[in-house]
């Protein structure tokens, strides 16, 4: 058997990763949630412990996935249609619930059309795929999110270029250095980096694409992967276009599975990319769409955003993000403030990292530790993220538990 050669070596590779402590180990497994009351929010039940836990390490920044309204369009989407969608979209998987969703999603970010994916991931590497030619410079955020770098890993540009994290000065003479050597330029970045919940201000960016649009006989294009943005930043959940004041950018990204609480992701712009990309893009053309139900669940999620109720939800999100953050301050712990629900707390140490991370996970909290490679050496950090159904009474116990580490 071939495997007998190739499998100890894949063993030595995941044990060099233990030992260096970078392994991310055996996934907790969650079979149940406890509902919110006596004003705690949702308690997490996993396997093999007899205790609960608060989630602080969930996207669901908004807590939608268990909202009833989210919950009831997927039944009924599912009973309706089925549990799968059969095929891809152009052979005959395109149902009304995509459609509607993509106008939904349009709407939403006022943009002539929307696309969706089964992922994010998918959206980001089937359209940077599509859009860069043999004759296209690429620039790139070096924080990026991995889906942009294995994008551009894949595609054949004339040239990639990484600019130090937000440097925009750095961006502006890259594309003064490049003026008229190729024909298209595209500016890649993600809108909240997930990392550390700072982010792109997108308003400059687009400036800075526009003055140098005319450098380039295709122009400047700037694609942003806001999938920690969409849904759970800004007033309205406009994300980080609403955060900056920035008008549209010319190509946004966005993921249906965080602040939206379902599953996808999708790609909102002109008609013509819209167009281009039902053609063109891989991932839409030979990989299977979400399902009806998580169609219909993710416009329901997008209707509940866009209303009275999202919006008390977001400032409650907020709210709930400002006590953690001081609170952490008056902690005296290190962290980068920013408005943004995920919340770093810089350790810059692996094996503190980890020793904290067991510390609330054994006093009931879920938090995640970020180790290198995921961040630069010397920014390892535990990683919480701030969820709308998290109440005072959570996050002061969070904040006690990390009281009584020992120093
Ligand atoms: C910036 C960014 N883009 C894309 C994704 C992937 O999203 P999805 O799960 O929808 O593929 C993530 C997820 O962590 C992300 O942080």
Redesign the pocket.
Known sequence: MPNERLDPILAGEVESLRQTGTAKGSEAVIVGIEPARDGKGPRYRLEGRDRSYIRMNS?GYLGMAGHPVVVEAEETGTREFGAGPGAVRFISGTYRAHLDLEARLADFHARPAAVIFS??????VSTLNSLITPDTLVLSDEL??N??INALRMARPAAREVYAHLDFEALDSLLDDATDTVQRAIIVT?????MRGDYADVSTLMDLARAHDTDFEEGVVLVV????GVGAFGETGRGTEEITGAGAVDIL?G????AFGV???YVAGSQELADFLREKAPMYIYSNPITVGEAAAAAAAVSVVDSAEGRMMLAHLAAMTARFESGLVDLGLETIPGPHPVVPLMIRDTDRTATLVRHLYDNGVLATGLNYPVVPKGDEEIRFQVNADHTDSDIDEVLGILRSFPD
Do not use: P, R
Request: a negative charge.
């Open positions: 996207n992922s994010a991931y998918a959206a980001v990026n999110h889906c942009i993600d809108g909240v980096f997930s992967d806001d999938s920690h990204i993921t249906l599975g965080k599953n996808g992701g």
